[in-house]
Each structure stands twice: as structure tokens, then as C-alpha cells.
């Protein structure tokens, strides 16, 4: 079993950047496939990218390629995010994601992973 944990989160204006970080414990962060999602209230969690156990692959939801960059360390067990040209849509509560399943499933789907973090909040205002 993984715990994770984000942070990173903030409040910035419109074109700019941050980046969230993933910290994971427990269990070694290669043996997990690693997703993030973010959601607004009310309304289903949404795939924004992917990164395999070695970091080799990448997957990107269209509303953020070209903006968002996912990537990990697996010697220091975190994820990351790096988000610029942010938006003021791409306002949300962010959360990451570890899968367990070899293969993985279809990893733009929320389903195919087994743990969660608490999330942490983005605001970006125009």
C-alpha cells in the first residue's frame, strides 16, 4: 500500500505556472503507474496526465498538452506537475494518483487507480 500526499497548490494569476508535487510512502514509488486528476465540485474527477513505472511514457489530456509536463522521481518517490500558461478554467482541486495493476488500464480513467491523495487547490484568477 502507497500514501500520498500533494502539495504545490496555490493561488496565481493567468499565464503563469506551478508546480505540484506527489510525495509517496509506503511503498516504493516504482511499482506504481501514476496518474493525475482534478475535479470541480460537484462533478466527476478529470484525467489531466499519466507517467509510467519508469517514466519512459507520458499521457496528456488535449485540454492541457502543451501546457502541463508530468514527471517523477523514483529515487526520492514523488511525482510531479508542472503546469504553465495557466488558465483560469484549469481552476480545480488536483489530486495524484498511484495504480497497482500490471498492466495498467486504461490509465486516462479514474478507475484504473488504487490510491488517492487529499488533493490540492489551484486557483488561477484573470
Known amino acids: 500500500q502507497v500514501q500520498l500526499v500533494e502539495s504545490g497548490g496555490g493561488s496565481v494569476q493567468a499565464g503563469g505556472s506551478l508546480r505540484l508535487s506527489c510525495a509517496a510512502s509506503?511503498?516504493?514509488?516504482?511499482?506504481?503507474?501514476m496518474g493525475w486528476f482534478r475535479q470541480a465540485p460537484g462533478k466527476e474527477r478529470e484525467f489531466v496526465g499519466a507517467?509510467?513505472?519508469?517514466?519512459?511514457?507520458?499521457y496528456y489530456a488535449d485540454s492541457v498538452k502543451g501546457r502541463f509536463t508530468i514527471s517523477r522521481d523514483n529515487a526520492k518517490n514523488m511525482v510531479y506537475l508542472q503546469m504553465n500558461m495557466l488558465k483560469p478554467e484549469d481552476t480545480l482541486v488536483y489530486y495524484c494518483?498511484?495504480?497497482?495493476?500490471?498492466?495498467?488500464?486504461?490509465?486516462?480513467?479514474?478507475?484504473?487507480?488504487?490510491?488517492w491523495g487529499q488533493g490540492t487547490q489551484v486557483t488561477v484568477s484573470s
Open positions: 494518483a498511484a495504480a497497482a495493476r500490471i498492466p495498467v488500464l486504461d490509465p486516462k480513467k479514474f478507475i484504473a487507480y488504487d490510491y
Open positions: 509506503g511503498r516504493t514509488l516504482s511499482s506504481y503507474f
Open positions: 507517467i509510467s513505472r519508469s517514466g519512459g511514457s507520458t
